[in-house]
């Protein structure tokens, strides 16, 4: 700024020649208003860059916000169950039917579908005698689906607080895949009226609407079917 204001009225002075005295009084001047406007113009940039690196903070935590569980879908391992794994799978089971399923059905109907006593031997013999499959992350069980030989998928069901975040999704895609490799292109299932939506996604379509009954209690669910296309699975190893 010095250097242009001297470089300035040095110019402006041979150009109109001005006395000395004015011409210092002058340049004075001129080198106030010049570092005036260049304090403005920072101030400026500073408080624009301020209200960018704002926006961008606000923006990221409102994110956070409105995905709370963004991250929970890294880090998910798949793998086959194992007789250990029972008790986990039952715990999961009774919290996600009394608290999801809830939306669509009765608390009697609830107890009878998932009640406290149920028999751990009997739920390790079905799951064990089937292709059966966990998701674990963090060493937690968080959702668990059951398919067996003829290509009817019996079981899918996601820890009631890890929904949304793609269990069922990553469940279902290694059950498909499996019933594909065992040379059935056709799958069958039963499902609730809060699972259908997922399942309608998939490319399921219903076959029947039942009224089945479990412990005294009846049950609306859907008998539905998907014919698996050979390219979906024929160039994925």
């Known amino acids: 700024i010095i250097l242009e204001t001297i470089i300035c009225f040095i110019s402006k002075g041979i150009k109109f020649h001005i006395s000395f005295r004015s011409f210092l009084k002058l340049g004075v001047v001129f080198f106030v208003l010049k570092c005036y406007t260049y304090l403005n113009m920072s101030l400026c ?45 039952v715990d999961l089971f009774f919290g996600t039917v009394h608290a999801v399923n809830s939306v669509d059905y009765t608390e009697i109907q609830l107890n009878a579908w998932a009640p406290k006593d149920m028999d751990l031997y009997e739920w390790d013999k079905r799951l064990s005698n089937n292709y059966s499959v966990i998701v674990e992350k963090d060493n937690i069980i968080i959702g668990f689906g059951v398919a067996d030989d003829t290509g009817y998928f019996d079981l899918l069901y996601t820890h009631k607080d890890y929904q949304g975040i793609g269990v069922a999704t990553l469940i279902t895609n290694n059950i498909e895949k499996y019933i594909w490799q065992n040379g059935i292109q056709t799958i069958t299932t039963a499902v609730s009226i809060t699972a259908k939506p997922f399942f309608e996604k998939r490319g399921y379509v219903v076959l029947k609407k039942q009224n089945v009954e479990c412990r005294g209690q009846f049950f609306i669910n859907f008998k539905m079917q998907k014919n698996i296309p050979f390219s979906d699975f024929a160039n994925k190893k």
């Open 45 to 89: 940039v500073f408080f624009v860059e301020q209200n960018i690196k704002g926006a961008l903070y606000e923006s990221r935590e409102n994110e956070k916000y409105l995905h709370p569980l963004e991250g929970k879908e890294e880090k998910m391992i798949i793998r086959e169950y194992r007789s250990e794994d029972c008790k986990k799978i």
